[in-house]
C-alpha cells in the first residue's frame, strides 16, 4: 500500500474525478458513507455526536457525516467554523444538504435531532462530557501550517475534554510527513483516525501516536494513475506482499539446499543473545548454521542448540579472529559479541573480506557507532538492524522520526546496505531509498533479546538463497506476526524473546493461510 504525499493526495482525488468520471461531491459522498460505516458499527444511536467541520473540504466531509449520522437519528450536534465567511465549494454544497435534512427532518417527521450552529465570530464552547464523541474535521491534508488562534483554543477544548475523539482523514493541525516545525499542543488527539484511501506517513512515527490513536484506512475507490507523480519511496506492507515472497520448498529438497549460515555471536556472560540468534536461525528454516562463540559458550550452545555445529574461537571469552566465510551462504553477527579491543580488530577483519553476504547487529552496530568512518567498508547489501541508540551511532541524534528517517534513507543510499529502524511499523530501508513500514508486530516485543531473534530469522532466509530485500522485508514480517501470535496468547506483558522463536513456525504456518 503506497504512503502518498499531501501533494499526491490531490493528484489521484483529481484522477479519480476526471477518470471514473465522478463529481468530487460524490467522491466526498463516499468518504463520509465509509467513516459512518465505522462509526454506526461501533456506537450506537444514544451516543451524543458532536461534530467540528472546516471551512474545507476536510469540514465538507465532516458535515456529509452529520448528515447521514443525523438521518439514521444519531442526536448530532454540529459546529461549523466559518470566520472568514468563505467555504469550500463542496463544503458549501454539504452545509446546504445538512440544513435541507434538518429542515425535512423538523417539518415532516417532527424529529429534531441535528442542532447546527455556524461560527463566524465568537464561539461558545458546548459542554464535551464523558460518553460523547467528538468528529474532527476542522482541518486535514491540505494543511500546511501550524493552527494558532481561535483554531489552536478549539482544539486545545476538545484535547482537555474526556469526550472519545474521532477524525476524518487526519488529526486537525497534524501534517502528513513533517511536524518538525508543527505546533505539537495545536494538534487534535484522536482516539481513532478513519483515513481515506491511504495512510499518511506522519502515522508511523512514534511522536505522533498520541494525536493519531488507533488508525484504519478506508477504501473508497480512488484510482491511483500509477505515473511518476504518485512515485512514492513509502509502501506500508501488508500480508499479500509477503506472501509473493516465499518459497515453496521442492519434495526433494535436501539441507545442503537450504542453504549454511554463520553466526557470529556470544561473550563471555553473552550466550543468551547466540542462543536466541541461532534458534531463530534454525526455527527460519536454514539447512545448515554454523556459531562462531567462544569456548565459554561452547557446552551451554551445544546443549540448547543441538542442531548447530560449533566452531570454537581462540579465546575463550570473545569473539577474536575472523573465520574465512567464503563456505557460507550468508553470514551475521553482531549478538552479544562485545566490545573489546580484541573483538573489534576481529570485527573489522570479518566484514573487510567477507565472502557473503551480511547481518549486523548490536555490539557489531556498537562498533560502528565508536568508528564510523568503518561504516565505508561494509559490503554492498549487507542488512544493518539498529535500534535507537544504535541508529543514532550512526546517523547522530534527530530531532524527530522523520529526520530520522531521512537520515536513514540517505545513508542506506550512500552505502548501498539496507537498515532496518526497529519499533512499531518497523522500517526496512532499502540502497533504493525506499522504506517499507512493517505491518506486524506488538508493544510485548520491547523485551531483551527480541533484536537476537530477528537477526537470526533474516540469516536464516538469506541463506536460504532469498534477495537480500525479500529476506530482510520477510524476516521483519514473520518476526513481528510471530510476536502477535505468542501476545494473542500469552499477553503483550508476559511476552519473552524465547517465545518469539517458538512462535515462528505457526507464523510460517499463518502467512500461508489466505484469510
Same mark, same amino acid.
Given at each position: 500500500?503506497?504512503?502518498?504525499?499531501?501533494?499526491?493526495?490531490?493528484?489521484?482525488?483529481?484522477?479519480?474525478?476526471?477518470h471514473e468520471?465522478?463529481?468530487?461531491?460524490?467522491?466526498?459522498?463516499?468518504?463520509?458513507?465509509a467513516?459512518?460505516?465505522?462509526?454506526?458499527?461501533?456506537?450506537?444511536?444514544?451516543?451524543?455526536m458532536?461534530?467540528f467541520?472546516?471551512p474545507?473540504?476536510?469540514?465538507g466531509d465532516?458535515?456529509?457525516?452529520?448528515?447521514?449520522?443525523?438521518?439514521?437519528?444519531y442526536?448530532?450536534?454540529?459546529?461549523?467554523?466559518?470566520?472568514?465567511?468563505k467555504?469550500?465549494?463542496?463544503?458549501?454544497i454539504?452545509?446546504?444538504?445538512?440544513l435541507?435534512?434538518?429542515?425535512?427532518?423538523?417539518?415532516?417527521?417532527?424529529?429534531?435531532?441535528?442542532?447546527?450552529?455556524?461560527?463566524?465570530?465568537?464561539?461558545?464552547?458546548?459542554?464535551?462530557?464523558?460518553?460523547?464523541?467528538?468528529?474532527?474535521?476542522l482541518?486535514?491534508?491540505?494543511?500546511?501550517?501550524?493552527?494558532?488562534?481561535?483554531?489552536?483554543?478549539?482544539?486545545?477544548?476538545?484535547n482537555?475534554?474526556?469526550?472519545?475523539?474521532?477524525?476524518?482523514?487526519?488529526?486537525?493541525g497534524?501534517?502528513?510527513?513533517?511536524?518538525?516545525?508543527?505546533?505539537?499542543?495545536?494538534?487534535v488527539k484522536?482516539?481513532?483516525?478513519?483515513?481515506?484511501?491511504?495512510?499518511?506517513?506522519?502515522?508511523?512515527?512514534p511522536?505522533?501516536?498520541?494525536?493519531?490513536?488507533?488508525?484504519e484506512?478506508?477504501?473508497?475507490?480512488?484510482?491511483d494513475?500509477?505515473?511518476?507523480?504518485?512515485?512514492?519511496?513509502?509502501?506500508?506492507?501488508?500480508?499479500?506482499d509477503?506472501?509473493?515472497?516465499?518459497?515453496?520448498?521442492?519434495?526433494f529438497?535436501h539441507?545442503?539446499?537450504?542453504?549454511?549460515?554463520?553466526?557470529?555471536?556470544g561473550?563471555?556472560?553473552?550466550?543468551g543473545?547466540?542462543?536466541?540468534?541461532?534458534?531463530?536461525?534454525?526455527?527460519?528454516?536454514?539447512g545448515k548454521?554454523?556459531?562462531?562463540?567462544?569456548?565459554?559458550n561452547?557446552?551451554?550452545?551445544?546443549?540448547?542448540v543441538?542442531?548447530?555445529?560449533?566452531?570454537?574461537?581462540?579465546?575463550?571469552?570473545?569473539?577474536?579472529?575472523?573465520?574465512?566465510?567464503?563456505?557460507?551462504?550468508a553470514?551475521a553477527?553482531g549478538p552479544g559479541?562485545?566490545?573489546s579491543?580484541?573483538?573489534?580488530?576481529?570485527?573489522?577483519?570479518?566484514?573487510?573480506?567477507?565472502?557473503?553476504?551480511?547481518?549486523?547487529?548490536a555490539d557489531?552496530?556498537?562498533?560502528?557507532?565508536n568508528? !564510523?568512518?568503518? &561504516?565505508? #567498508?561494509?559490503?554492498?547489501?549487507?542488512? %544493518?538492524?539498529?535500534?535507537?541508540?544504535?541508529?543514532? *551511532? $550512526? =546517523?547522530g541524534a534527530?530531532?524527530?522520526?522523520?529526520?530520522?528517517?531521512?537520515?536513514?534513507?540517505?545513508?542506506?543510499?550512500?552505502?548501498?546496505?539496507?537498515?532496518?529502524?526497529?519499533?512499531?511499523?518497523?522500517?526496512?530501508?532499502?540502497?533504493?531509498?525506499?522504506?517499507?513500514?512493517?505491518?506486524?508486530?506488538?508493544?510485548?516485543?520491547?523485551?531483551?533479546?527480541?533484536?537476537?531473534?530477528?537477526?537470526g530469522?533474516?540469516?536464516?532466509?538469506?541463506?536460504q538463497?532469498?534477495?537480500?530485500?525479500n529476506?530482510? !522485508?520477510?524476516g &521483519?514480517? #514473520?518476526?513481528?506476526?510471530?510476536?502477535? %501470535?505468542a501476545?494473542?496468547?500469552?499477553?503483550?506483558? *508476559? $511476552? =519473552?524473546?524465547?517465545?518469539?522463536?517458538d512462535y515462528?513456525?505457526?507464523?510460517f504456518?499463518?502467512?500461508?493461510?489466505?484469510?
Amino acid at each position: 500500500m503506497k504512503i502518498l504525499s499531501s501533494a499526491q493526495l490531490k493528484i489521484v482525488d483529481a484522477y479519480t474525478i476526471e477518470h471514473e468520471p465522478v463529481c468530487s461531491t460524490d467522491l466526498m459522498e463516499r468518504a463520509s458513507r465509509a467513516v459512518v460505516d465505522k462509526i454506526r458499527s461501533r456506537w450506537t444511536v444514544d451516543t451524543p455526536m458532536k461534530i467540528f467541520a472546516g471551512p474545507g473540504n476536510n469540514g465538507g466531509d465532516a458535515l456529509a457525516v452529520a448528515r447521514m449520522l443525523g438521518e439514521s437519528n444519531y442526536k448530532v450536534y454540529v459546529y461549523l467554523f466559518n470566520t472568514l465567511d468563505k467555504l469550500s465549494p463542496d463544503c458549501q454544497i454539504n452545509k446546504q444538504r445538512l440544513l435541507d435534512i434538518q429542515e425535512l427532518k423538523q417539518h415532516t417527521l417532527g424529529a429534531r435531532n441535528i442542532e447546527f450552529v455556524e461560527i463566524k465570530s465568537q464561539f461558545t464552547p458546548p459542554a464535551l462530557e464523558e460518553g460523547d464523541v467528538v468528529i474532527d474535521g476542522l482541518f486535514g491534508t491540505g494543511l500546511s501550517r501550524p493552527l494558532n488562534g481561535g483554531y489552536a483554543s478549539v482544539v486545545k477544548y476538545i484535547n482537555a475534554s474526556p469526550a472519545t475523539v474521532v477524525s476524518i482523514d487526519v488529526p486537525s493541525g497534524l501534517m502528513c510527513e513533517d511536524n518538525t516545525y508543527n505546533v505539537m499542543n495545536h494538534i487534535v488527539k484522536a482516539d481513532v483516525t478513519y483515513t481515506i484511501q491511504y495512510p499518511k506517513l506522519a502515522f508511523f512515527f512514534p511522536e505522533n501516536d498520541l494525536y493519531v490513536g488507533q488508525w484504519e484506512v478506508l477504501d473508497i475507490g480512488i484510482i491511483d494513475p500509477c505515473s511518476e507523480e504518485t512515485a512514492t519511496p513509502y509502501v506500508f506492507t501488508e500480508k499479500s506482499d509477503i506472501q509473493a515472497m516465499l518459497k515453496k520448498r521442492s519434495r526433494f529438497v535436501h539441507k545442503g539446499m537450504e542453504g549454511h549460515a554463520l553466526l557470529i555471536a556470544g561473550k563471555k556472560g553473552m550466550a543468551g543473545a547466540a542462543i536466541l540468534s541461532a534458534r531463530a536461525c534454525m526455527r527460519g528454516g536454514v539447512g545448515k548454521l554454523t556459531i562462531r562463540t567462544p569456548e565459554c559458550n561452547a557446552s551451554i550452545l551445544q546443549s540448547t542448540v543441538p542442531e548447530a555445529i560449533i566452531n570454537v574461537d581462540a579465546d575463550p571469552n570473545c569473539f577474536s579472529q575472523s573465520v574465512d566465510s567464503g563456505d557460507y551462504d550468508a553470514m551475521a553477527i553482531g549478538p552479544g559479541i562485545g566490545t573489546s579491543p580484541y573483538t573489534v580488530q576481529a570485527f573489522i577483519d570479518q566484514i573487510t573480506f567477507a565472502k557473503c553476504q551480511a547481518v549486523i547487529d548490536a555490539d557489531a552496530l556498537n562498533i560502528f557507532g565508536n568508528h !564510523r568512518g568503518w &561504516v565505508n #567498508l561494509l559490503p554492498r547489501r549487507s542488512i %544493518l538492524t539498529p535500534h535507537k541508540k544504535e541508529l543514532f *551511532g $550512526l =546517523i547522530g541524534a534527530t530531532r524527530n522520526s522523520y529526520e530520522q528517517l531521512e537520515r536513514t534513507r540517505e545513508m542506506a543510499v550512500r552505502q548501498q546496505i539496507y537498515v532496518v529502524i526497529k519499533g512499531a511499523y518497523s522500517a526496512v530501508v532499502t540502497p533504493e531509498g525506499k522504506a517499507y513500514f512493517n505491518s506486524t508486530g506488538n508493544p510485548g516485543m520491547a523485551t531483551a533479546g527480541s533484536g537476537d531473534v530477528l537477526t537470526g530469522v533474516i540469516l536464516a532466509l538469506l541463506a536460504q538463497g532469498y534477495l537480500a530485500e525479500n529476506a530482510v !522485508r520477510l524476516g &521483519v514480517y #514473520l518476526h513481528g506476526l510471530s510476536g502477535d %501470535l505468542a501476545a494473542e496468547d500469552l499477553s503483550c506483558e *508476559g $511476552l =519473552i524473546a524465547s517465545d518469539l522463536v517458538d512462535y515462528l513456525p505457526k507464523a510460517f504456518k499463518a502467512l500461508k493461510q489466505n484469510n
